[in-house]
Each structure stands twice: as C-alpha cells, then as structure tokens.
C-alpha cells in the first residue's frame, strides 16, 4: 500500500509515526538521554528543581482535578514533541516548509526502509530483457544483483572494447539506467546516441561515461560501482567476469563462428556455444551473491548471447546449483531468428543445463500465455514465432511450468509494426509470488 493513501485516514504529519521507518526508535532515545541528563543536573543541584516543581504542581493539585492536570501535561508534552520531532526531520534532511516536498521525503522514506527488507535477488542475464525486467524487480526489493554478460562485441560497445580494450559497457550501461531512481531521465542520458558527430558517431552516452570512469576508477567494477553512486540506483550492477571473454559457436555443420555480434547473423543452427577463453574467472562479489541470494532469476534475454554465456563460467554455474535459493528461469515469449529458430520451451531448458553442465540451476520456468494473434505477422516476417510450451516434456525434466500473461499491454513500435515486450510490472509480480508460495511451501 502506497503511504499516500494512508494518509486519507490519518494526519499527514502523523505519517512519521507509522511502523517501519525506524526513526521513532532513536527519538525515544534520544528522549531517554535527555530525561537521564535533566535528572543528572537534578542532583547536582541538590534536587531543588524537582522540589519545587512537586510543589507547584501540589498547589495547582489544590485547584484542580489531577486527571485533568496530568491528561493537560500529557498532551501538551506529546504536542512539543511532535513539533520538536518534526522540524528536526525536516532541518536534517534540508527540506523546506513546502508541503508537498515534506510529504515526499516521508514517503520515500518509507518505501526505501520497505525495500530494503525485500528479498535478496540475483538476476542473472544480459541485453533487453535483462534490463526490462530489473524495472519491475527494484519495485519489490533494494536487495537486487544483477549479473552481467560482457561478451557483447558488437556497435558501440564492440569499438570500445577493440580501441580502448574495457569490458563491453553495454548491457552494463542498460542495467544501471533500469535501476536509478529517476529511471526517464537516466535511462533518456544514458541511451542517448550521437549522431553526426566525426569519432562518436553511433556512440551512446552511457558507454562514453563507464569507459571514462574505468580509466578514472582502474576497472570496470570500481567505475560501474562509482556510477551507481552517483545515479542512486537502487541494487548493485555486477560483471560476471573481469576476463576478455569472447564467445565462440560450433555450427550443427562444424563451422566454427567467432563473436557475438556474428553468431545469429551466420543462418546455422548452433550445437554448441563456448568462450575463449575457456576459463574465466567469476567475480568473487557474483559468487557470494549467488550464495547468499534468496531468489535467482535467469533471463529473460537471448538464450545463447544473453543468458548462456554467464553459464559457461564453471564457477558461476557451480555456485548456481550449489545455491539454497529459489530458482526461476524466465523464458522469452517468441523465437529468436540466427539463435532458437523451432526451439520450443523445452530447447530452452536444455540447452542451459546442457552448457551450465549442472542440473540443479532451475527450479521452475516462467512462459507466456497469452499472444494476441495480429502481432504475429509482423514476427512471421522476421521469421520469428511464438516459444510453444510442451509442459510434458518440461515435466520430465522435473521443471515447474509457470503460465501466466507477461506482455505488456502496450506493445512497442517501431514506426511500421507492433511487437511484444515482456511487462516489468507483471514479470516481478509473478515471480515474486511465486517465490513467496516456495516459501510458504505450497504448490
């Protein structure tokens, strides 16, 4: 329940009273202290002030009731309280008497010590629809990790990683612009690309300022965690590697497609995908995330350029397996042309154990149910269909299957067609209840 409507029942400035802010707990002691020194300097004035304040009120005693003394000291206590509480918020966190600017500072406040208890995910993916998804997430909790792939070597982030040799900043770039609090205007700078512009042309802005603060920081990690700081996102953004990883794909013909940016675009269907090198070393935060994590989350994104690539990191997949976590896999809603072409749910599935090489990394998978059938044409155009699920075959593989409408109801357009994106809002609704279930232990 948003604090906004608690407010139709009680005062506004009552809000700073409701449970969970965890601010009446230090007035209180503060109270205490302020009591105990009163009653210090009491005593070393030989106890005059208390005399003669039992005196005064002996005397008012005499001329009135003493429940409506103490009831009228009472409430005129709790009032300079208040109002004491109230203007030292208000003059600690620099905020004016403007009315509404006081009543947004409370509930944001109160949302932020909410979030905070919220669960520890870890999502783990890359692209579209990694970022897409942490929208939703941070709704739910502050607890948020986001594992991302770096074997992007494609547009900007491929010229960067080639001339200046950073970690591909891309998908990077999206998570953390999914995160901040002021997410329209972040994710607005951040995607931002310069046209026209001799030497950054095709450059987005996002890219330019982690590479910038990778040279500043020393590394990719100390640049994205700086960044973060400064856009107060909600959550931490994480590579999976340090290494310059590069993916690799063996065709189902034995051609061998080197690159990320080439492996959809040779038309073969991919039998195997692996990195060079060969063993990469996880981020040492990924793997404590990942065993300390409540919740973890794969995809939604493309299976082999977005998801699997975190998976061929041996320690990584390890520690997902390993892992008392609840674990979900959220599968995209149409075929990917040059990736999955024909693959069905189950493709999907096996296809990340078959290259994490651990099998206890899913515990349920996430699908859609719900396509409006005019917007596959333009899908069908760009050879791309919808994921079918074959519930019987997951089954046997001991997977739970989760179908509920993941679309958003506004579809995103291109200037000539419609197409299909997962909703934010619903994909963390759904799998955070879900999660919830697991824990309670029901089906």
Not at 110 to 119: A, D, F, M, Q, S
Not at 271 to 288: A, G
């Amino acid at each position: 329940m948003k604090l906004s409507k608690l407010f139709f029942k009680i005062p506004k400035d009552a809000g700073w009273l409701l449970p969970g802010l965890e601010v009446k707990r230090w007035f209180m002691l503060l109270i205490a202290g302020a009591v105990l020194a009163a009653v210090g300097i009491c005593i070393i004035c030989n106890l005059r002030p208390i005399y003669y304040l039992i005196n005064l009120i002996m005397k008012i005693a005499q001329m009135l009731p003493s429940g409506i003394i103490g009831w009228g000291l009472i409430s005129l206590g709790a009032i300079i309280f208040c109002i004491g509480w109230l203007k030292t918020n208000y003059s600690i966190l620099d905020v004016n008497n403007n009315e509404r600017n006081r009543h947004a500072v409370l509930e944001e406040l109160y949302r932020r010590r909410k979030l905070n208890r919220g669960p520890k995910i870890v999502a783990i993916g890359g692209g579209t629809g990694l970022s897409t998804m942490l929208k939703g997430i941070k709704k739910i909790t502050n607890n948020i990790t986001a594992v991302v792939t770096v074997g992007d070597d494609g547009g900007s982030s491929g010229k960067l990683r080639e001339e200046l040799g950073v970690l591909p900043p891309g998908d990077i770039r999206s998570c953390i612009a999914a995160l901040a609090d002021d997410e329209d205007l972040v994710a607005k700078l951040f995607q931002f690309r310069f046209k026209e512009c001799s030497g950054l042309t095709g450059h987005s802005f996002g890219n330019l300022f982690l590479t910038a603060m990778c040279a500043i920081t020393g590394d990719m990690v100390r640049a994205v965690k700086e960044s973060s700081k400064v856009l107060s996102i909600r959550g931490r953004v994480l590579p999976s590697t340090l290494d310059d990883m590069r993916l690799v794909a063996e065709m189902d013909d034995g051609t061998i497609i080197k690159g990320e940016s080439n492996i959809p675009e040779s038309g073969k269907k991919i039998k195997r995908l692996f990195s060079e090198p060969d063993n990469c070393k996880p981020l040492e935060d990924v793997i404590w995330a990942i065993h300390d994590a409540d919740l973890i989350i794969l995809g939604p994104g493309s299976l082999y350029t977005s998801v699997i690539p975190n998976l061929l990191i041996r320690d990584i997949s390890k520690a997902v397996s390993e892992s008392k976590a609840k674990k979900i896999y959220v599968c995209n809603i149409m075929t990917q042309p040059g990736e999955t072409d024909g693959f069905k749910v189950s493709d999907h599935i096996k296809a990340l154990l078959e290259h994490a090489k651990y099998s206890k990394i899913i515990d349920a998978v996430l699908v859609n149910n719900d396509l409006p059938q005019e917007l596959l044409v333009p899908y069908k155009d760009a050879g791309s269909e919808p994921v079918i699920v074959d519930k019987e075959e997951i089954n046997k593989l001991g997977i739970e299957v989760v179908q509920k409408n993941l679309m958003e109801d506004k579809c995103y357009n291109d200037g000539h067609s419609s197409f299909v994106r997962h909703s934010p809002g619903r994909l963390a609704r759904i799998i955070y209840y879900w999660y919830r279930k697991k824990e309670k232990g029901l089906k």
